[in-house]
């Protein structure tokens, strides 16, 4: 198996076969209705077209592609905040019907409640479960603990710096404990610092938690680095370009050393070639 | 760990800020201070050259104070006051907040209500005060009700504009975890309008003193706006000029308070600043 291969939704090694896909996405097309002015007759603009991928217990999926070519609609989607309008979805095989707290989301702004603080954040969807408050508080506590804000967890959002509310966000999206998280390009308005610390961190957390991570990007490196699978999105419908298996294990370095291995730069120049160079398919 | 030097950084920052503004948050003092000093002794030399008929001057309102307080009328027109304000503004404040909500979250309630609002709100309510005491006589519930009438609106304003302006943000918090229509409601928008509401019952207050003044003007038997009007009559402008400044002091210590629970109830609003 070359570091450039390229397949479709390829299975785990082993008995894959008998695995059900924790996320299972089928010809999933969208087309929102807009208007380009107030008199102007409404047109369809089809964002999604025929987008099929699968995601494995345990695995972190990357969906890569250029701005405005449909990641946040799709993972949108996936959450059961839009409805598609063909094609099929389903998580741990149920189909998806709506919103559901089988799947934890982490929004682009860490859109926590300002009037919360750290703790009542992460007790948000807790709440909604109907725990009871000792235990809710106790779940917080952990939660806060394992992305690294054990001593914030008093704090308003407002008192956080951005990095630090986008933990709040993880924790609170992991105390449902979903089948699946949804992140919707986190780290992308970090600065580079704080995005390399909470990158690790999160290689970190999956490696304790287990979860299956659906990843929306647009950074190659963040992808190539966190990533087992890279979905590469074209634009224009949005579109599967191709599926990339990222060869780093596990226990892959650090981004800065990881950037100085060529296969690393090899998957790096393809997958840009493939976001770039949109007519060649 | 990065994480943890991080915080502290963090909050030696705000410390090292929070000192430099202190210093200055003096400065701005000692400059009102000086100013206030300044007004009072402009006034004080301006006034005693005009006649004591069409301007009085602070030694004399203060004299003037210490007369009708000791009299008792003071404190009898001012308790009278406070009873009319308090109950009409609580009242305008509770109904304002529940017809705010409700308009805010159903369209077909504000549609049904939008121009009803919008016109009463325009109209100078006041106007309407000799057609409230044709209805409800001279007494304390025609003093109520211009006030609750004047107050209500900015409060109902307020917070239906805060329910519909909730951002779409966490509306997607809400939807994103499962919540229902009701949890949403509960746990997103009321809280995330609370700021609203507060603003309004702020804006209220001003309207609030305005109505209680104008109905004892035309009641004129209680309260300061009566004795306003009463030592306005005797041409005794030092003592009529005792319940103005009662009723300045009263709007501005309510309104201060106001600000501070603004401030309490959504300090998020408030980080940047001063
Ligand atoms: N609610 C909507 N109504 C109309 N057009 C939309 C809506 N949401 C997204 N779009 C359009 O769909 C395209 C994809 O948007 P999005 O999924 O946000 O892209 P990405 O997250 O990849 O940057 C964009 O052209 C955007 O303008
Ligand atoms: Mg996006």
Redesign the interface.
């Known amino acids: 198996m070359t570091a450039m291969e390229v397949a479709r939704p390829e299975p785990l090694a082993g008995g894959a076969a008998a695995q059900t896909p924790r996320l299972t996405v089928t010809n999933v097309s969208k087309a929102f209705r807009v208007r380009h002015g107030v008199n102007q007759p409404s047109s369809l603009l089809q964002v999604l077209k025929n987008v099929s991928f699968e995601a494995y217990q345990n695995e972190i999926v990357s969906l890569i592609g250029e701005s405005g070519c449909g990641k946040t609609t799709l993972l949108r989607i996936i ?3 839009i409805r598609h309008d063909a094609g099929q979805l389903a998580v741990e095989g149920r189909a998806v019907r ?4 089988d799947r934890g ?1 982490v ?1 682009q ?1 860490p ?1 926590l ?3 919360r603080t750290a703790r009542e954040n992460v007790e ?2 807790l ?2 479960l109907r725990m009871p408050a000792p235990e809710r508080e106790r779940r917080a506590r952990d939660l806060l603990e394992l992305v ?1 804000l054990g ?2 967890s008093e704090q ?3 008192q956080l ?1 951005g990095g ?1 509310q986008q933990r709040v966000g993880l924790a609170r999206a992991l105390a ?1 404990e979903p089948a699946l998280l949804l992140m919707d390009e986190p780290f992308s308005a970090l600065d580079a610092q704080t995005r390399e ?1 909470l990158q690790k961190e999160l290689l970190r957390i999956q490696a304790e938690t287990h979860k299956t991570i659906i990843f929306v990007t647009h950074d190659l490196d963040e992808a190539l680095y966190l990533s087992d699978r890279i979905i590469v999105l074209g634009a224009k419908p949005g579109r599967v370009k191709e599926i990339i298996k990222v060869p780093f294990g596990s226990e892959r370095p650090e981004l800065p050393l990881l950037r100085g291995d060529p296969q690393f730069q090899e998957l790096r120049a393809r997958i840009w070639q493939l976001i770039s160079n949109q007519t060649t398919h | ?4 030097t ?2 502290e950084d ?1 909050a030696d920052e705000t410390e090292l800020e929070e000192l430099g503004q202190k210093s200055a948050r003096k400065h701005y003092w000692l400059v009102r201070a000086v100013s206030i000093v300044t007004v009072l002794l402009l006034w004080e030399v301006a006034g005693r050259q005009v006649s004591p008929l069409f301007m009085s001057y602070p030694s004399a309102i203060a004299a003037a104070a210490v007369q009708l307080a000791a009299s008792g009328e003071l404190g009898e027109a001012f308790l009278s006051s406070m009873q009319t304000l308090t109950l009409g503004f609580v009242l305008a404040s509770i109904a304002g907040v529940l017809l705010g909500l409700l308009i805010g979250r159903y369209r077909y309630v504000d549609a049904a209500s939008d121009w009803l609002v919008n016109a009463l709100y325009s109209t100078p309510l006041v106007a309407i005060t000799p057609l409230v005491i044709l209805w409800f006589g001279l007494g304390f519930s025609a003093k109520l009700f211009i006030v609750f009438i004047l107050a209500i609106f900015p409060v109902l304003i307020n917070t239906a504009s805060g329910v519909r302006n909730v951002s779409s ?2 509306i ?2 809400g ?5 229902s229509e009701r ?1 949403i409601f509960v ?2 928008i009321l ?2 309008s ?1 700021p609203y509401m507060m603003t309004g019952i702020r804006l209220g207050i001003g309207r609030a003193i305005i109505g209680m003044v104008v109905a004892e003007f035309f009641t004129a038997i209680t309260g300061l706006g009566a004795m306003i009007i009463k030592y306005g009559n005797q041409f005794d402008t030092a003592a009529m000029f005792v319940p103005i400044i009662c009723l300045m002091l009263m709007g501005v210590v309510y309104t201060a308070i106001a600000i501070r629970f603004e401030r309490w109830v ?3 609003r408030y ?1 940047e600043d001063e």
């Open positions: 959450q059961g905040l709506g919103p559901g707290r989301f929004f702004q859109s409640l300002p009037w948000f969807g709440e909604l690294g001593h914030a308003f959002p407002h710096s630090m449902i610390v | 760990m990065t994480l943890s991080n915080v963090a943000q966490l997607d918090v939807n994103a975890f499962a919540a949890e746990k997103v809280p995330a609370l959504a300090p998020w980080t």
